[in-house]
């Protein structure tokens, strides 16, 4: 782990510190943060899927007042580029999400800070910029997530984002060959205080999937619950079915989060960028949309826009900055990110983001 | 070959036998198993056609009570999950089929006996459970088919599964370059004292293939003989063609098992699973169709169920777990299949096996 | 070079007789041999295209009448798997074309001798048995030319293949880098008497294509006068577009063979295989089309039937066969092809020729 | 580098002056030549389009009168292979673009000079045959660009070929990763007594693309401008809009190059090739299309002449046979070119360029 806080030789593009954070990291840590589930072939699927589509440049365009500014949710932000929720930090860098937080604020971003964040979430709201949204994991007792909910308020995140998919996470055969586990110092500090709930050992014949596992995962009602729960705009992540779109948009959600979860709960996802334009037709224009899963340059953003995403989030990236070289690399990252997707506009004839259409890709041959 | 009937490490997956098969197996014997015939091509497509769809999670569906369970032909099974009938067990274990019918039963799997088992079919029914099937393999002299019938009803076994994709089946080029042959204790222990058919050398011009291999292959005729000299449902093994499926269906046959033999039929034929969508379609809902070939995961059977399959057949897998842990394997590979479904549907949203339709898959990218 | 004329350990497929050439044979040789022109796109070609299509077995055909017998041209054939003209064959067994005329004579099998091989026509017609056509080469000086039909139709040839793709044979890659040139021993011994045309430099802005090869190139006057000055049937190779065939078909020719000269002329020209269907819609049924290009084993020939072939022309494995074990090994190499076609045909539940049509495949996935 | 100015062996075709030049250059140049921009996937796809193209051979067609000469824009010209601006040519020879100029003086072939040239416009004139164009970049000073445009009129070019795909060129990473930079002997020389354009710092919050890089890049308004300010035809080049396309010939340019900068300009473009179609579409028959990008053999260049262009530009090409073997080495490369051109069309049946339709060309399966 390098906490020296400089960039590295190197460094051309935000991918780079993928490659970086390999030497960089624990190999094991490495592999956790790599690996999605199983076979990692929605890891992969998410990759390929942006590779598939092909930018068409234009000619002539006046870019010259160009930007990436956007109204997210009542916030205004200078790029459509938030940061990922991603679970302990700690495994990446001593300073943790303190230091990604520091990073959104000297760049403006939003930060979704992680329920099973190395630090508490008010340790990451003293150290980030306006602009925090906190995702949760509902808790087995809804007592501990009205806790949360208040506590996240109290704390000035500015929008709940409600994890669904991840029930089940089946580990990546990577993460379980490298022999990864969580090191005792990297622990879920939120939920430091809330008793676990109660062992229920199955009975014969019953599943530990159906019967253990998805025990305490979420139900409609529990998402009527939280939305009348809180004042803030709750969010969803982890939708990729047109009529879970569909049926969320009616509830109440704020907007949708387009997301296999990096490939980290079912290995055989289909890729979050194949299914966003179906999702964009479900809810309509007009209605938020983000995308989570294989952004990994500014090009790669600007292919989620023309299909549909309001924004992305960026996941491992963040990770692999953090590890090589702090606050100072997420902020690097983010930086580079967002100039590869200016650089990418302006050829594109982009101005603004709302000139990022359909019709400015083409399906690679 | 082990016979120490204990879980090694490193089995996380189902497909994990397969890999530590190729390791504990005398490597003949493996390339006999896990060849097909010819260059394996069929085998390899077996397994790439699953990779053509991808899964779609739903959200906040309520699973609690889910369970796998089905009723099949009257039998009411856990999984389905059946062990597909593979010919001399000896190879890959010494207590061969026995191990396999108690690892069926330990965990109520149907278990399908093959004609050619190193075992007799009354030593195989002593060792498991109540739900056995027999497979047959139709003999040139009716009176030994129908001595074979009468044992195998005598004997407890609940349904015929006559193979039909079978008169000729060339060597896999992997096996061949091995130097496999059957070793002298591996022999058909049901057809022992059945005289072998008498030679009937060829004449100038007469194909070996036509006129030899052929002579004794099954014609409708005999499928007629069959379904009139057995109180027996009979299922029929190896079918791809959607109009033979027709014929089959109104033949009278109890169901049709989707299947090319694992590939070790004709190298060229398609994949199994390429062709369920047409064979459902071409006998209507609610006629039986399993199908087998290529099944390696929980992801993989639910693919097949939500393309028209009410089970699947486990037939590589079923000889890779026996050849590494005995019966303790089988029944262990069998439990990791089953929660590797149970975790696709949760995550799907599929709480019994009819949740699981066309719509669960999408195709991948 | 391998004379022994003995089949090797190791043949248990016609296409065998390929990697065991690659030993036997010198290195420039076999880059001639093996190569096409330029890059070997086609030759490529020619192989993938029989990969994109299954075979679908039938189950229950009675096929014990099963033959591959066909009338072709007024002959009586056992199979529909013809030697193709291969010039030189004296590069791959000091008997060159005799051999091959004793494999076709001994195998009942059509030979196509060619104008450019190293015996003369009379001699190979000496050896070989009654099935056996003349490939011809128009030569500059049609004087040569009628001498070459004369002698044809003399040494009693049944047809007149007229090879119409070769006007351009840029050499290929790899026999270039082998740096392979024509041995001595090598010449055309059926042309030895005439004298060459007369040199013809180019002028100034010509073309050493356009006005340099293409000089003597065939034209359609030249088909017609052949047509005029021949008793025999004339067949046309080279055949790929769909409007040609229509043309060569009302001008009187006897059938056409869909060939790109094995990939030997046109680097990037389409695969044999893929414009059969074009070519047989464009005659219609009943009129003859072979097909060569790639085909390596008898399910590579069903499928050329099932898109509309009558037969094919067998060309690189006969020349491997030759190298590796002569007369014997052509032989060898046919009844290995016909006996891996009689399966193809008995699994796909075909007992002639006619009975397999297209849809007895399907596309691979 | 080489200057030896004689043709090595192992020149069979004109590509292998690139395998040749990856020997023969500093690693670094030859990076900076090969690669694109970014991971070279607008590189790779340029290439790969052609490889979807099958060309469809036509038996019996004279071709004794067949020629590759066109009219292009005035100019008689023996091929239509442009030699396409290349910058900075002393990379790859010290005679640089002298040397260029010389090859197409003695084929006859329109040679494009670069602004970015080593040598002076009127230098490079000097040394070329009448068929010469220049390639202008404008300059943020319209003085500057209008000196430009009045020496390239005096030195007797006869057409401008404006460039407005190049506002951003990212560095291509293997360049990055050879740590190219250009030598100090390596100058714009036509620039020299133009000064740079006056310093503009970015204020807060200003991009470095928009409000930076685009700062000068060219809009419609300049373009009018230009076609205002000379006497000759303006082709536009880096178009892959259709729309575009409708506009600039709207706007009265002389014609248009299809192109990406070779993949420099934009990584993710999509092939030249592959918008080919749609582009001569927008315009409509009649109208001037050239077409660069991925041009590597003569079929490559009958490809793009049945898709839709007039002519092709050959950019890497030539500055690897500059480096092989100078002048005299471009001047081969552009004869074999043309060669393999004849050829191409000889057994397509196309006597002269007019007959290479988009019908003798299917699709490569």
Not at 104 to 125: N, W, Y
Not at 152 to 169: C, F, K, M, P, W
Not at 210 to 233: E, I
């Amino acid at each position: 782990m390098n906490s020296a806080n400089r960039i590295p030789p190197g460094v051309w593009n935000a991918i780079d510190y993928e490659r970086l954070a390999s030497q960089a990291m624990d190999a094991g840590h490495h592999a956790y943060v790599a690996g999605g589930c199983g076979w990692d072939a929605t890891v992969a699927a998410n990759r390929a899927a942006f590779a598939g589509w092909a930018v068409l440049p234009r000619l002539l365009r006046d870019v010259r007042a160009g930007h990436t500014r956007l109204q997210l949710a009542g916030m205004e932000l200078p790029h459509p580029l938030l940061l990922a929720p991603v679970a302990y930090q700690r495994l990446a860098h001593p300073d943790a999400e303190v230091a990604t937080a520091r990073a959104a604020q000297a760049t403006g971003s939003c930060l979704v800070a992680s329920t099973l964040s190395s630090c508490t979430l008010e340790t990451i709201a003293a150290a980030s910029g306006p602009a925090r949204w906190f995702q949760l994991y509902l808790q087995p007792d809804r007592a501990h997530s009205l806790h949360l909910l208040r506590r996240a308020e109290a704390a000035g995140y500015r929008a709940i984002v409600l994890t669904l998919d991840a029930s089940i996470q089946l580990a990546s055969r990577s993460a379980l060959q490298a022999g990864f586990s969580l090191p005792p110092d990297c622990v879920a500090a939120n939920l430091r205080d809330y008793a676990p709930a109660p062992a229920a050992p199955l009975s014969a014949g019953e599943s530990r999937i159906f019967q253990g596992a998805m025990r305490h995962a979420p139900l409609w009602d529990d998402l009527h619950w939280l939305l009348a729960h809180t004042r803030l705009p709750v969010w969803v992540k982890g939708v990729l079915h047109p009529e879970d779109a569909r049926q969320l948009q009616a509830a109440g959600c704020a907007g949708l989060i387009v997301s296999n979860h990096g490939g980290r709960s079912l290995d055989g996802a289909p890729a979050s960028l194949q299914m966003l334009p179906a999702l964009r037709a479900a809810v309509g224009a007009g209605y938020p949309v983000l995308l989570d899963g294989g952004v990994r340059s500014g090009s790669d953003a600007f292919k989620a826009l023309a299909l549909g995403a309001d924004a992305v989030l960026i996941g491992r990236l963040q990770v692999y900055a953090l590890a090589v070289a702090g606050a100072l690399g997420v902020a690097h990252m983010l930086q580079l990110l967002t100039e590869e997707l200016h650089a990418c506009m302006a050829q594109a004839g982009c101005a603004q983001l709302s000139d990022i259409t359909h019709d400015t890709l083409t399906p690679s041959c």
